[in-house]
């Protein structure tokens, strides 16, 4: 199926990340309530009418894997463990829960409950999980599985309440649960459902969805969003665009994308400190969001039948500049990063004519950072002619990308020249260039004032070019040396200062 891309946002981060928003083909109207992300490529959808959808292929094709013994119930909350096992939760008056280990062409009935309404279901691992629902009987739904959500005990989790929950409105991380009402209480446990308590949402009766990117960093909203930075021990109202209900939250590091029930997804940064529209569908309103537990594509689904993909690549290291200039023979490479994440180094590398790309060097990179960086490499001692460079930029994982390429034509010199040493005076190393239009012998060395030859710095044949070498007088006392070069018919003799 093919997809049409509406919209791509570049946004800087600390690494910058790239969004795409796209519409997928869903194949059903039927409002869409609950979304369950695998990874980039295997998700699930429950929605009205026992529509369940299921994609292997990240969405490019969805089937309908619903109907059967759910019939037409409504699909609130759904759980994908994988392409072939997942949960779902129906309630048409009585709650039902059903497993699939065939990818949906059948499923097993493993829960029902008369009068009540499971909400959500979060496994914390393949066997391990819970789940939650409106009370029954003056006490929550409070329910958990030890083998996949196979069989379901609730013993031990007798939590009075006067409050009803809502579908998809519970978050897990570690021995930390939360779950949302139809109040301005949040249940919370911080020792996997020993013990349990209430925080406050502030201003807000209802908390229709919650989500924590740390175990202190969290959303969740009603009619609008309420943020915390401590846990959930204090939640205080933060300001995002839109109108309507509160009906998705996920995000990751300092990131958020939420949406209302209305047709826009919504975008942080900075942990909520600003916000811009990410994308807009043309028809339905939003009613969940989630993002891949192993990825990082988003799915978003609507009452129309509408899904939304979000595909977003974290680029490592961003660059800002990169350039190459000759220096005699010679190139001089530099340039810069706005931000780097887990950034190894970079590995230089060169080609000339119709050869592949060579390694020529590496440069330590600066690990993580948000702030720029500078770096140079110098190619010494080319032949004429024109080279192509690039950075090979490489993560600590050993994942890699490249850099755009730049050229730069070193030019062989016209005349014999033996320049002047620099630094000069110098201690205790100081480095002579020379130039020679063609190929040949050269011989290069270091006279003290006696005349006595103390050192040979060049003695063999040399390619057309400039050239650079490196005089070291660790083992020389201070005062005037003289070097000299004789190549082809060309001699010249300079003066130098050694000054410990």
Known sequence: MKKIFLLLVVLFLPATILAQFAEQTSGTTQALYTVSAVDNSVVWVGGAGGVILRTTDGGTTWSNVGGGTIGTNPVYNIWAFDANTALCTTSPGTTFV???TDGGTTRTQVFTQAGGFIDAIWMTSATNGWMYGDPVGGRWSLWR?????????????????????????????GNNIWFGTNSTNIVYSSDNGATWSTQTATGQVNSYVIWFNNANTGLTGGTQFVATTNGGTNWGAITVPGTGTVSGITGWGNNWLVCRQATGLYWSTDNGGTWATAYTASAGNYYHIAKARNGENVWAVRSNGGITKGTFQVVPVEFSSFSAIPSGSGVNLSWSTATETNNSGFEIQRKSGSSDFVTVGFVQGSG????????????????????????????????????????????LPSVYSLSQNYPNPFNPSTTITYSVPEAGNVRLSVYNLMGEEIASLVNGNVEAGVHTVSFDASGFASGTYFYRIDAGNYSAVRKMILNK
């Open 368 to 411: 993580t950072t948000t702030e720029i960086k500078n770096y140079t490499f110098t190619d010494p001692d080319l032949q004429s002619g024109l080279y192509s460079y690039r950075l090979k930029q490489v993560d600590f994982d050993g994942s890699y990308s490249y850099s755009a390429v730049t050229e730069v034509n070193i030019e």
């Open 145 to 173: 599985t030890s083998d996949g959500g196979v069989t379901w005990d609730s013993t031990g989790l007798y939590l009075p309440t006067t409050n009803a929950g809502w579908n998809n409105a519970m978050f897990i991380s």
């Open 98 to 100: 059903y497993r699939t």
